[in-house]
């Protein structure tokens, strides 16, 4: 081996030092810095045995990072498959790295200043209308929460908290 240091090596873990990257995104961005196949598919083989590159720690470590933004679950799946990261393996890092009563508090508290801005935007009896409760309803399905856990929200929230 030469005392040269590999630049394909070099600028991959360059990208793994500000965050972990799945390999699919790592072999995204090297191709986009035009390090030939062969470069890269060394590469990343020697991260993988240097333990550089770990999809199930990307995703575990993604999935706690989504989760304390208040992003649910099914949402995060979903990123995670754009991440290169199949289905099952998403599905099982959101399992065992949210909290399902987390999720209940990041949905109610998500809820909650929706509706403020709704009704500060609309008025006061907005949510009370179908269209306000169509548009924080697909808010907090497009944050990726669970359909029966905005529905639980939504019928606690037409009791008016006491102000």
Sequence with gaps: ????????????????????????????????KQFEKSAIDATIARLHEEKWLDDERFA???????????????RIVMELQAAGIDRGSAAKAVEENVDPEREREALLSLGAKRARALIRRHGA??????????????????QGYDAALV???????????SS
């Excluded at 030469?2 to 972990?20: E, G, N, Q």
């Excluded at 575990?60 to 099914?74: D, L, S």
């Excluded at 009896?125 to 497009?142: C, H, I, M, W």
């Design 1 to 32: 081996m030469s005392d040269t240091p590999d630049p394909c090596y070099l600028a991959a873990v360059r990208i793994l030092k500000y965050r972990f990257n799945s390999e699919l995104e790592l072999r995204r961005k090297l191709r986009a």
């Design 60 to 74: 575990g470590a993604f999935v706690r990072t989504r989760a304390n933004r208040r992003i649910g679950g099914r």
């Design 151 to 161: 529905a639980e929200l939504l019928s606690e929230m037409r009791t008016p908290p």
């Design 125 to 142: 009896d907005f949510l009370s209308t179908a269209e306000g409760r169509n548009k924080l309803t697909g808010y907090l399905l497009k």
